[in-house]
């Protein structure tokens, strides 16, 4: 009957729009992973071109700086390649980690 016809329609209605909704949630969560990688990246190429750009002046670097200040700079140089080995290996094995681990001084 016409009343049984209205909530079957109802109930379609119903779920094309949660359907919609649904799909549309994937779709910004996908947009949202997407910009964030792409923020990682970026940060990992900046990271990536400070050490080497630090490593090419390095020498010219140390002999401004006095022993105590070589120290700190060559542990720095050094803390800087291992968050950047570690980051590009969380890249492949827990990428939403990385984000962590860039934020971590």
Same mark, same amino acid.
């Given at each position: 009957?016409? +009343?049984?016809?209205? =909530?079957? +329609? ?7 729009? &949660?359907?919609? #909704? #649904?799909?549309?949630? /994937? ?5 949202? #992973?997407?910009?964030? #990688?792409?923020? !990682?990246? %970026? @940060?990992?190429?900046?990271?990536? %071109? &400070?050490?080497? !750009? $630090?490593?090419?002046?390095?020498? @010219?670097?140390?002999? *401004? =700086? ?10 720095? =140089? %050094?803390?800087? *390649?291992? *968050? /950047?080995? =570690?980051?590009? *290996? @969380? $890249?492949?094995?827990?990428? +939403?980690? !990385? ?5 971590? %001084?």
């Amino acid at each position: 009957d016409l +009343l049984d016809q209205l =909530l079957d +329609l109802e109930q379609q209605s119903f779920q094309k729009g &949660f359907q919609e #909704g #649904g799909s549309k949630v /994937q779709e910004e969560a996908f947009q949202s #992973g997407l910009e964030a #990688g792409r923020e !990682v990246s %970026s @940060l990992l190429a900046r990271n990536a %071109s &400070f050490i080497q !750009v $630090m490593e090419n002046f390095k020498d @010219l670097i140390l002999q *401004k =700086l006095n022993p105590n200040q070589q120290i700190k700079f060559e542990d720095s =140089l %050094s803390k800087a *390649k291992q *968050k /950047q080995e =570690l980051c590009l *290996k @969380l $890249m492949e094995e827990d990428p +939403l980690s !990385v984000a962590d681990v860039l934020n971590d %001084s």
